[in-house]
C-alpha cells in the first residue's frame, strides 16, 4: 500500500501522545493513518491523523528533537479546520477537553469561526465560511474596525 503525502502538511510534538491522537479523533474526528512506536521508550515517534482529508503529523516530545508547547511556554503556529457544522465542531471539542480561547463569533472576512486550545497545548480555529467576501471588501471592513 503506497501513502500519499500532500504538497504541505503540519508536524508537531506533544506530551502523550496516545491521549493526542484519542482525543483529536473525539474532538475533530480524526482518522488515525498510523502509528510508529519507539521500541525502547514506548513513545509515539511519529503518528500520521487526517481531519476532513487534511494530513497532520505527530509524535511525542523528544527534547532532542521537537519540543511541545509546554516546554516552550506557548506555540508558534495554530491550526484552523473548516467545518460544514462550526457549531456543533465548536461543541464537540470543548466536550472532549479544549479551553475556549475565543467564542465562537461572526468575523468581518465571512467566517463564522471560535479558538480553542487542546489539553496538549495547541490552538485550533474552527472555522465555517458564511459570507463571500473579497479581499477589498475585508480590507474595507478591517479599516472600519480598525478607526474603532
Not at 55 to 67: I, R, T, V
Not at 71 to 88: E, H, N, P, Q, R
Not at 94 to 119: K, S
Request: charged residues 25%.
Amino acid at each position: 500500500m503506497s501513502i500519499e503525502y500532500p504538497a504541505l502538511a503540519p508536524a508537531f510534538a506533544v506530551r502523550n501522545a496516545a491521549d493526542a491522537i484519542e482525543f483529536y479523533k473525539k474532538a475533530f474526528g480524526a482518522m488515525e493513518r498510523y502509528r510508529l512506536i519507539d521500541p525502547d521508550s514506548g513513545r509515539i515517534g511519529h503518528a500520521e491523523l487526517t481531519v476532513n482529508g487534511a494530513l497532520f503529523m505527530l509524535s511525542d516530545e523528544y527534547p532532542e528533537f521537537n519540543k511541545a508547547p509546554d516546554t516552550l511556554g506557548g506555540v508558534s503556529a495554530k491550526f484552523m479546520i473548516s467545518c460544514a457544522d462550526v457549531d456543533a465542531a465548536f461543541q464537540r471539542a470543548i466536550e472532549a477537553g479544549a479551553t475556549v480561547i475565543f467564542p465562537l463569533n461572526t468575523q468581518f472576512y465571512g467566517h463564522r469561526d471560535g479558538r480553542v486550545r487542546d489539553p496538549f497545548g495547541h490552538e485550533w480555529l474552527l472555522s465555517q465560511k458564511v459570507e463571500e467576501v473579497s479581499p477589498e471588501e475585508m480590507q474595507r471592513r478591517w479599516n472600519e474596525m480598525a478607526k474603532k
